[in-house]
């Protein structure tokens, strides 16, 4: 019997592959609004990933869609594109991308897609579901009635763009997030290296957006003007995924989770108010030296933080104050390495190699920087090597330089390549910055093997669990962890 036609079947698709094995998050955020506020009877959605789903292209013939929502990041968009085309002969129904990467290059549309989303989806994927329910498909002259879409008047046309939604604001009015629409092994108990523990992450976004301009993110201009949960709000959501998944560590995935020690006492107090605080056995969140005192470190040790992720990216005075717009320091850096030894707190970071104007001397005061890290108990740093990514000054540079096209190999911007470094500067050798790269990671491999050492003694039992439940994951983990970091 066919379907009636307002009520349409939306699958939503990611092929991202990370080191840690997460939900897909934006798709559980679009998916609950188009239940919660567009009305789509949960049945007909399903969420499909590339961790969970084995064949992704047999799940999707067997679920039936009418509509398909892809996302992608910049260096999967290759791959999203060649998935599209695969199953594109059988099923002629829209196709939409959405995510970082069509959002800050929207010219780059391939012709694949029918319309791609600009910016936060919720809103514009709800619009293009009841213009879908009304048209029975997604014609150029019913998206050119939408906001925060890009698509193309006719198949041979150039990409147009239609004017930008106002962000979402108080984001207080979003649905909590329900991760029942993603497969349950996201949530089975996992190692948490850092804690030396196993748990189940709760992921949170108290925050959308970041208040800074760096000139290799595009954070900022993806989400717009930052914009924050209230404590309440982000307490509710925390209790719910506590409540529903039986989480004990909480994962905030802000941005910036330390804009001020007032609002972490705040979120604290809030989780007291609501019965959830002792039920949470860590948090993990990112913050920015330039904000680290003992007040905050203080705030962060009640709210249970057990390590916290720095953006260091360079050990070179010069090209740091270039890379974080003047914002941030080494000697910043140092000092907040220092600050959360003196308050217990494992310190997390990253570092960045192949910068606009770095030099190989640059590059080496970053591995003195590794030294001092380590020597002050850095408990774990990766590195990898700087990318253009759209909608940043870095990839201004790259195109300046003919290095980066609308058009181009998407893998190029693996971060994790030094071999095959998309470098923007030409007078770089690439077997001296091959050298010194892994002169840095040589380094850091030895904290990731002290790390995973230290977990292993702690969990001997719980590892094996964990091995047995599923040994290709575990084991493709650690290789990964300890060489691609």
Same mark, same amino acid.
């Given at each position: 019997?066919?379907?009636?036609?307002?009520?349409?079947?939306? #699958?939503?698709?990611?092929?991202?592959?990370?080191?840690?094995?997460? +939900?897909?998050?934006?798709?559980?955020?679009?998916?609950? %609004?188009?239940? *919660?506020?567009?009305?789509?009877?949960?049945?007909? !959605?399903?969420?499909?990933?590339?961790?969970?789903?084995?064949?992704?292209?047999?799940?999707?013939?067997?679920?039936?869609? /009418?509509?398909?929502?892809?996302?992608?990041?910049?260096?999967?968009?290759?791959?999203?594109?060649?998935?599209?085309?695969?199953?594109?002969? *059988?099923?002629? $129904?829209?196709?939409?991308?959405?995510?970082?990467?069509?959002?800050?290059?929207?010219?780059?549309?391939?012709?694949?897609?029918?319309?791609?989303?600009?910016?936060?989806?919720?809103?514009?994927?709800?619009?293009?579901? /009841? #213009?879908?329910?009304?048209?029975?498909?997604?014609?150029?002259?019913? !998206?050119?009635?939408?906001?925060?879409?890009? %698509?193309?008047?006719?198949?041979?046309?150039?990409?147009?763009?239609?004017?930008?939604?106002?962000?979402?604001?108080?984001?207080?009015?979003? +649905?909590?997030?329900?991760?029942?629409?993603?497969?349950?092994?996201?949530?089975?108990?996992?190692? $948490?290296?850092?804690?030396? /523990?196993?748990?189940?992450?709760?992921?949170?976004?108290?925050?959308?957006?970041?208040?800074?301009?760096?000139?290799?993110?595009?954070?900022?201009?993806?989400?717009?003007?930052?914009?924050?949960?209230?404590?309440?709000?982000?307490?509710?959501?925390?209790?719910?995924?506590?409540?529903?998944?039986?989480?004990?560590?909480?994962?905030? &995935?802000?941005?910036?989770?330390?804009?001020?020690?007032?609002?972490?006492?705040?979120?604290?107090?809030? &989780?007291?108010?609501?019965?959830?605080?002792?039920?949470?056995?860590?948090?993990?969140?990112?913050?920015?030296?330039?904000?680290?005192?003992?007040?905050?470190?203080?705030?962060?040790?009640?709210?249970?933080?057990?390590?916290?992720?720095?953006?260091?990216?360079?050990?070179?005075?010069?090209?740091?104050?270039?890379?974080?717009?003047?914002?941030?320091?080494?000697?910043?850096?140092?000092?907040?390495?220092?600050?959360?030894?003196?308050?217990? @707190?494992?310190?997390?970071?990253?570092?960045?190699?192949?910068?606009?104007?770095?030099?190989?001397?640059?590059? =080496?005061?970053?591995?003195?920087?590794?030294?001092?890290?380590?020597?002050?108990?850095?408990?774990?740093?990766?590195?990898?090597?700087?990318?253009?990514?759209?909608?940043?000054?870095?990839?201004? @540079?790259?195109?300046?330089?003919?290095?980066?096209?609308?058009?181009?190999?998407?893998?190029?911007?693996?971060?994790?390549?030094? *071999?095959?470094?998309?470098? &923007? /500067?030409?007078?770089?050798?690439?077997?001296?910055?091959?050298?010194?790269?892994?002169?840095?990671?040589?380094?850091?491999?030895?904290?990731?093997?002290?790390?995973?050492?230290?977990?292993?003694?702690?969990?001997?039992?719980?590892?094996?669990?964990?091995?047995?439940?599923?040994?290709?994951? %575990?084991? =493709?983990?650690?290789?990964?962890?300890?060489?691609?970091?």
């Amino acid at each position: 019997m066919p379907r009636p036609a307002n009520e349409p079947r939306v #699958a939503l698709v990611s092929l991202q592959r990370d080191t840690q094995r997460a +939900p897909p998050i934006g798709l559980v955020y679009l998916a609950t %609004y188009l239940r *919660e506020r567009a009305g789509l009877p949960g049945a007909n !959605l399903k969420i499909i990933e590339s961790y969970f789903d084995q064949d992704m292209a047999a799940t999707l013939r067997a679920f039936q869609p /009418d509509l398909i929502g892809f996302t992608a990041m910049s260096v999967s968009y290759g791959d999203t594109i060649r998935f599209a085309r695969r199953i594109r002969p *059988e099923m002629p $129904i829209p196709f939409l991308i959405g995510g970082v990467h069509i959002s800050t290059l929207p010219e780059s549309l391939d012709p694949v897609f029918d319309a791609g989303i600009l910016g936060e989806g919720e809103a514009t994927l709800a619009e293009l579901l /009841d #213009a879908w329910r009304a048209h029975g498909g997604l014609p150029p002259e019913v !998206l050119q009635q939408i906001q925060s879409v890009v %698509y193309r008047p006719a198949p041979d046309a150039a990409p147009v763009t239609t004017p930008r939604r106002d962000p979402i604001k108080p984001l207080d009015d979003l +649905p909590f997030p329900d991760f029942s629409l993603v497969h349950p092994g996201f949530f089975a108990p996992e190692e $948490i290296p850092a804690a030396a /523990d196993i748990g189940v992450r709760a992921y949170v976004l108290s925050s959308r957006g970041c208040p800074y301009r760096c000139t290799f993110c595009s954070t900022a201009r993806f989400w717009g003007k930052m914009r924050y949960h209230s404590p309440d709000y982000t307490a509710r959501l925390t209790k719910h995924l506590v409540e529903q998944l039986g989480a004990d560590y909480l994962w905030t &995935l802000d941005d910036l989770f330390t804009v001020s020690p007032k609002r972490v006492r705040e979120i604290r107090e809030a &989780l007291e108010r609501h019965g959830v605080y002792d039920r949470i056995k860590g948090t993990v969140c990112t913050v920015r030296a330039n904000h680290m005192s003992d007040a905050l470190c203080e705030e962060l040790k009640r709210i249970k933080v057990t390590f916290v992720n720095f953006g260091f990216e360079s050990g070179a005075e010069r090209i740091l104050q270039e890379l974080k717009a003047g914002s941030v320091s080494v000697a910043q850096n140092r000092h907040a390495i220092e600050l959360c030894a003196r308050h217990g @707190i494992r310190v997390y970071g990253s570092l960045m190699y192949g910068s606009p104007g770095e030099t190989l001397a640059d590059m =080496r005061q970053t591995n003195a920087f590794i030294d001092f890290a380590i020597a002050h108990g850095a408990r774990n740093i990766w590195s990898f090597v700087a990318a253009p990514y759209p909608g940043t000054p870095f990839w201004d @540079i790259a195109r300046q330089r003919g290095k980066v096209s609308n058009q181009m190999d998407w893998r190029r911007l693996d971060c994790h390549r030094p *071999e095959d470094a998309l470098l &923007l /500067d030409d007078h770089i050798d690439r077997a001296e910055f091959a050298r010194v790269f892994h002169a840095g990671r040589r380094k850091l491999r030895r904290l990731k093997i002290r790390l995973i050492g230290d977990f292993l003694r702690r969990n001997p039992r719980l590892f094996l669990q964990l091995l047995a439940r599923e040994p290709g994951h %575990y084991l =493709r983990s650690a290789l990964t962890w300890i060489t691609r970091q």
